[in-house]
């Protein structure tokens, strides 16, 4: 399941934008171009937040639904030349809190997701008697 869908995306931007960045020709966008924008999106949030997060999220959390939302409007963008400034920015602003949530310096709020099972547990450390010491070193 998609993090955000074409509508999504319609919020951010015109359907007549949407379409001059999907489609060839027409005013209708191509559901296929804005499919693939979505999933290259949702693949970037499932690697940054698959260190804390069980991923793919589900429910979807609305701060993911957002970052999805820019991330595809910025590849839809790019697969035309230059995106404008504030598309760039807000690719930017999310790659950042992406890497802030993989880092651990941030959270999803209402994630509904489970750390995975090795973030969850805390490692055992198990070792053999020490053999050397300050005070056995030179018996040996």
Known sequence: MAYSTQNDL???????????????????????????????ADAEIDAACGMRYAVPFSPVPERVKSLSADLAVYHLYSRRGVAPEVRRQKYRDAL??????????????GSGGEPPAAARQSPDFVSAHRLFSRDTLGEW
């Open 10 to 40: 319609l919020t951010m931007i015109s359907q007549a934008e949407l379409a001059a960045l999907t489609a060839e020709s027409g005013s209708e966008p191509d559901g296929l171009v804005v499919a693939e924008a979505i999933a290259r």
């Open 96 to 109: 950042a809190f992406l890497n802030q949530v993989a880092a651990g310096r941030a959270t999803l709020a």
